[in-house]
Every structure is written in C-alpha cells, then in structure tokens.
C-alpha cells in the first residue's frame, strides 16, 4: 500500500466547475505539499500544509490531521488549470514520498 | 527572482556513456534533493542533502550513480555507465530547513535525459 493515495487518477470537467482533488496519507507524515506540473513542464509548489486550510486565488487546501486527508480545491476551473497536480507527504525533515498524482484536464 | 537552476535541460546519449547534471540551489537553501520521474514510476526520491552532507541516497542505484555536492552553490549527479532504463526527466529542489522543520520546496526545471 502506497503512504500516500490520491484521488481521482484522471479528471476531466467544464470549465467553471468545482474540483475537489483528494489525498490520504499514512502515519509518518507530518505535512504535504501540493504539486503542479504542466504537460512538459517543471514542478511548482502550490501549497506547504501541516494543518487547516491554505488559499491562493482559486485554490485553496486542507488538511485533516486526525483523518490523515488532504483536499485540493479549484473554484471556477479555467482550462490553464489543467495539469497534473501531485500530493507530496513529507516525514521527516523534507523528504517527500509522492502520490501518484491526478491528471486534471478542464475544457473550455 | 531566485530559481533553481539545472543544466543540462536535455540530453541524448549513448548507452555506456558518463552523464552529469548540474544543480545551482537557491542561495541560502540548506537542503537539496534529487528526484526521478518516469511514466511508470512517477516522481522517485534519488538523494538529499542537508548543509552538503548526504542525508539519505537509499533510493539510488548505487553502482552507476553518485551525487555530490562539491559546495553550497552547485549539486551533481553522475551516471556512469548510462543504459536505457535511467531515461527520464531528472528534477533537483531545494529548500530551507530550520529547527527540523520543512520550508517551501522549489523544483528546477528539469534535465530530461535520453540514453539510446
């Protein structure tokens, strides 16, 4: 079993739409990053989270400790929007063991 | 505006080959990893350093490759002989750890490699 399971694998929705993103961690992890990586492209840090919930613009994240779950959100999806986003559980200090990652594709 | 810096962004090479990339950290950061990613595995953790010590290279083939950090500004990693299988896009980040407690991680661009 993976430390780290993410959901969906593919999502694919209209633009404009709420998405929910969701990944659940095992015990070790003390955070996780929320990943963005763009058809071809290099790798951003959306989110650093340990505990409630983070905002930038459209999305936002949250984190429930207890549960060991995170979400990624995405108000009013735009098709630049669409890459693959990665939850990254750290132990330790840093280390990152990954998700598989979900693959968002957003049509206009 | 501070980035992590890699080189080479491409390389195509001949099985039996040396390969090295490079990796410029961000100035001030005291951590610095290498990771793997390919369509099958995803993203895989090679090695990391902490103030230039190897913390942890578990995750590396350890007859071929070998990571280094000869100072602050400049991370390696080698392969030597290359094969086929180590085609993949190679991604160094680093980041700020102060207390034991993780920072914000950034990613460099990439080095994609190709081994024919």
């Known amino acids: 079993k993976n430390e780290v399971e993410q959901s969906p694998q593919n999502l694919t929705a209209q633009e404009g739409e709420f998405i929910t993103i969701n990944c659940s961690y095992s015990v070790g992890i003390s955070a996780l990053h929320w990943l963005q990586q763009h058809p071809g492209g290099g790798i951003v840090s959306l989110f650093m989270l340990s505990s409630g919930k983070k905002k930038h613009g459209r999305l936002i994240a949250t984190i429930n400790i207890q549960e060991k779950h995170s979400s990624l959100h995405i108000t009013a999806s735009h098709p630049r929007d669409s890459a693959v986003y990665i939850c990254?559980?750290?132990?330790?200090?840093?280390?990152?063991?990954f998700g598989q990652g979900t693959r968002l594709t957003i049509n206009p | 505006d501070a980035r992590v810096t890699q080189t080479p962004r491409h390389k195509v090479t001949e099985m039996g080959q040396e390969v090295t990339m490079r990796c410029q950290p961000i100035?001030?950061?005291?951590?610095v990893f290498w990771y793997r990613q390919t369509m099958m595995q995803g993203l895989e953790l090679l090695a990391y350093f902490r103030n230039r010590a190897p913390l942890d290279d578990s995750g590396m083939p350890k007859d071929r490759f070998s990571a280094e950090m000869p100072d602050a500004t400049l991370a390696t990693l080698k392969i030597q002989p290359s094969e086929p299988r180590d085609s993949a896009v190679y991604f160094c980040?680093?980041?700020?750890?102060?207390?034991?407690?993780?920072?914000?991680?950034?990613f460099g661009e990439g080095s994609r490699l190709t081994v024919l």
């Open positions: 990254a559980g750290i132990q330790g200090a840093q280390k990152l063991v």
């Open positions: 980040a680093s980041g700020l750890v102060v207390g034991g407690k993780p920072g914000e991680l950034f």
């Open positions: 100035l001030g950061h005291n951590t």
